[in-house]
Nanobody, 124 residues
Framework: QPQLVESGGGLEQPGGSLRLSCAVSGFNLDLYSIGWLRQAPGKDREGVSCISARDGRTYYSESVKGRFTVSRDNAKNTVYLQMNSLKPEDTAVYYC?????????????????WGQGTQVSVSS
């Protein structure tokens, strides 16, 4: 059974940084794409970033492009989301999810298994 466990969330001030980790098990991380998605209070879940298994390409939503960086360490079975220049509107529960394809998607309905999420709060 695939499992994904997020960590690294917390409370940060605007302009600060956090690094989220997604530890995976039960499947071969080398073969599949991983996405980061978030759900802010009162809003729909949205795709934030994705890293492709096919060629390691990365994708970002317009709202985080230039501030967030996704990376993967297949040897450690872990995917990371480095979040810099945080804004209050980044406040959300952040999820990592696996898509059993080699290509990326930012559509939340195209992911097969999800982690339990980690809370990120950005406030002064």
């Amino acid at each position: 059974q695939p499992q994904l466990v997020e960590s690294g969330g917390g409370l940060e001030q605007p302009g600060g940084s956090l690094r989220l980790s997604c530890a995976v098990s039960g499947f071969n991380l080398d073969l599949y794409s991983i996405g980061w998605l978030r759900q802010a209070p009162g809003k729909d879940r949205e795709g934030v970033s994705c890293i492709s298994a096919r060629d390691g390409r990365t994708y970002y939503s317009e709202s985080v492009k230039g501030r967030f960086t996704v990376s993967r360490d297949n040897a450690k079975n872990t995917v990371y989301l480095q979040m810099n220049s945080l804004k209050p509107e980044d406040t959300a529960v952040y999820y990592c999810a696996v898509r059993f394809r080699t290509t990326c998607s930012m559509r939340i309905d195209e992911y097969d298994f999800w982690g339990q999420g980690t809370q990120v709060s950005v406030s002064s």
